[in-house]
């Protein structure tokens, strides 16, 4: 069947088919873009929490500005060759376009690999303290485990027949033993090897239990271990643990002693904004409040008074500089004065807002130093350009990487730039087509293949348009 | 007069016009960074001029480079509900300040 008004304009309407087609399209994706910026907006007014601000690599959004801008005019170059019969010169821009869109995607997953490295810890008391894990892990350890409980939890159907989470042991928590071997004593007492094959048929075999000739399955099955065994499990892996027991997320549970369950972390950043009542008034007794943040605790006596220096120096700045307002109810002052870069050396006196004098670089520097140790295990990730910190278990009220569960920014940061991320994954897919597949439909008719392009564009042009926005939004404001 | 919609020399003033405003859009975007490290005297007039330059920008976007500037009707009138929804949009949001429960515990962050 032969599509009509692909080339010619539809009498009524003035316009082919394909282009009415995508301006429905368009008007529709305006209204989906809409509603989120109008949800990014309400949740910026409205907080639940200290909004993070400049938390986005300027020179990465800004160089993705005009990678997109730059591909806007290609498009409409590669358009322009169609209809002036130019067939290699349109394939040229099309492939410079999608260059861009490859070199757009590219960046941001540098920047969403960066958000999953970063991690934020809301302590007990408000205070919050951000930064890198120290070799990319939080562990906890438990040694001297002397005994693994399988469980065996029965099959259940979920709904409509299907079954969500795992429903007994698998062999996952193996991998985390460091010393010792797997090897155990069966209830039966028989010793074995455990692998993911013997779990297995252990859970079989507890499941189908039969006693006194009833069925009687086991809820769970009791292995000892023939040595004691150390664990070093990811602290996320844990459903919970006590000090003499862990239990995995599905249903495993090792006895042991819990000997260290530390977090270590290359600190970048505090903000104590969430310590300060609503109604406060008055910056100096603000600050006092700070200086008793459980942060300090972590961060020691020097970070403390250059702290209190910083923010007398800023509560100065602002009564010379905004003789006319109160400092308590400027975004901008709180914003500056309880929230502090934790850099160190000439990093640190670039980010602070701080008089450079303030931030003595080299005796911080070296401190940090001594105190992380090994300094090639760090070199890599430069992160130890932050001081090393260790935080308690029992001080942490919440942590987490810069994912959407961290806070609604994220939450509103990943949603909007996700979703224009696919946009920009489709537009590839189209200009791949037609850059493919082109020359079929040009052979036959070249102002198709043109009005095609077109529409593509047209597309193409929405995803610069959102970006136009996204940019300035979520990293100037 | 560029009646002549399909002659060489119309599509050679376009591609010219296209990396024009290609230009004026990144330059655009120079002026967007730097304004945002410039102290306006408070942080709103600085979101309001960023926003500004952003409009200004997506408006060129629009009309030159989706061809806006000189589309037919129709067009312009499925916009149009575009334009009234995406308001509409904004002000369901923007009625949630009228609760009293959220309109309490705003905090200036």
Redesign the interface.
């Known amino acids: 069947m032969e599509i009509p008004y692909t080339v010619k304009a539809r009498p009524d309407t003035g316009l082919y088919n394909a282009k009415i087609g995508v301006w429905l399209f368009l008007a529709s994706e305006v209204m989906l873009f809409g509603g989120l910026f109008s949800a990014y907006i309400f949740l910026r007014l409205a907080p639940e929490g200290p909004w993070p601000v400049g938390v986005l690599k300027v020179h990465w959004g800004f160089i993705n500005t005009l990678v997109l801008i730059f591909s806007s005019v290609t498009v409409l170059q590669a358009w322009l060759a169609l209809k002036t019969r130019k067939f290699n010169q349109f394939r040229m821009w099309m492939l410079a376009t999608l260059a861009c869109a490859a070199g757009f995607m590219g960046i941001k997953s540098v920047e969403y690999s960066d958000k999953f490295h970063h991690y934020g810890v809301l302590m007990q008391d408000g205070s919050n303290i951000e930064g890198h894990l120290v070799d990319n892990k939080y562990n906890v350890t438990f040694e001297n485990v002397k005994s693994v409980s399988l469980s065996t939890k029965p099959q259940e159907s979920g709904l409509f027949g299907i079954t969500f989470g795992t429903l007994a042991s698998d062999a996952k928590f193996l991998k985390y033993i460091t010393k010792g071997e797997p090897k155990f004593k069966t209830p039966a007492g028989e010793e074995i090897f455990l692998d993911s094959a013997g779990i297995k048929k252990l859970i079989k075999e507890a499941r189908e239990n039969v006693e006194d000739g009833k069925p009687k399955p086991l809820a769970a099955v009791q292995l000892t271990a023939l040595e004691p065994l150390t664990f070093e499990v990811p602290e996320g892996k844990f459903f919970d643990y006590t000090a003499t027991k862990g239990v995995f997320h599905d249903g495993t549970a090792i006895d042991g002693q819990m000997t260290h369950d530390t977090m270590h972390m290359h600190a970048d950043k505090i903000d104590l904004r969430r310590l300060i009542p609503a109604d406060e008034q008055d910056p100096e007794r603000a600050i006092q409040t700070v200086l008793k943040a459980d942060v300090w605790k972590v961060l020691g006596d020097e970070w403390k008074a250059k702290y209190h220096e910083y923010a007398t120096g800023q509560l100065k700045h602002f009564h010379e500089h905004h003789p006319d307002q109160k400092p308590m109810h400027s975004g901008d002052f709180t914003r500056h004065t309880f929230t502090m870069s934790l850099a160190l050396g000439e990093e640190g006196a670039k980010h602070a807002a701080a008089p450079a004098a303030l931030l003595d670089g080299k005796s911080l520097t070296a401190a940090a130093e001594a105190k992380s140790g090994e300094g090639e295990h760090h070199a890599a990730g430069g992160h130890h350009d932050y001081p090393e910190v260790a935080i308690k278990k029992g001080d942490i009220a919440f942590y987490s990487n810069f994912t959407p569960k961290y806070g609604n920014y994220y939450a509103i940061y990943f949603t909007l730039t996700g979703l224009h991320g696919l946009h920009v994954l489709a537009g590839m897919l189209v200009m791949t087509h037609f850059l493919l597949f082109g020359k079929r439909i040009y052979d036959k008719d070249p102002e198709h293949l043109a009005n095609r392009v077109e529409v593509g564009g047209l597309f193409w042009h929405f995803v610069d348009l959102v970006w136009i926005f996204l940019f300035p939004l979520l990293y100037l404001m | 007069m560029a009646h002549d919609h399909?002659s060489?020399e119309y599509?050679a003033k376009?591609?010219k016009t296209?990396?024009k405003?290609?230009g004026i859009?990144?330059l655009a975007?120079i002026f967007?960074?730097w304004i945002?490290t410039v102290d306006l005297g408070?942080?709103e007039l600085?979101?309001g001029v960023?926003?500004l330059?952003?409009i200004v920008?997506?408006s060129l976007?629009?009309l030159i480079?989706?061809h806006l500037k000189s589309e037919?009707?129709?067009?312009y009138k499925?916009?149009l509900?575009?334009v009234v929804?995406?308001i509409g949009?904004?002000f369901?949001?923007w009625l949630?300040?009228a609760d009293p429960l959220?309109?309490k515990?705003?905090?200036?962050?």
């Open positions: 399909d060489p599509f376009q591609s296209i990396w405003i290609g859009l990144g975007t967007t960074v945002a408070s942080h600085n979101i960023g926003l330059v952003a920008k997506a976007v629009a480079f989706m037919k009707g129709l067009v499925v916009l509900f575009t929804f995406v949009l904004f369901l949001t949630g300040f959220i309109s515990v705003i905090q200036n962050y």
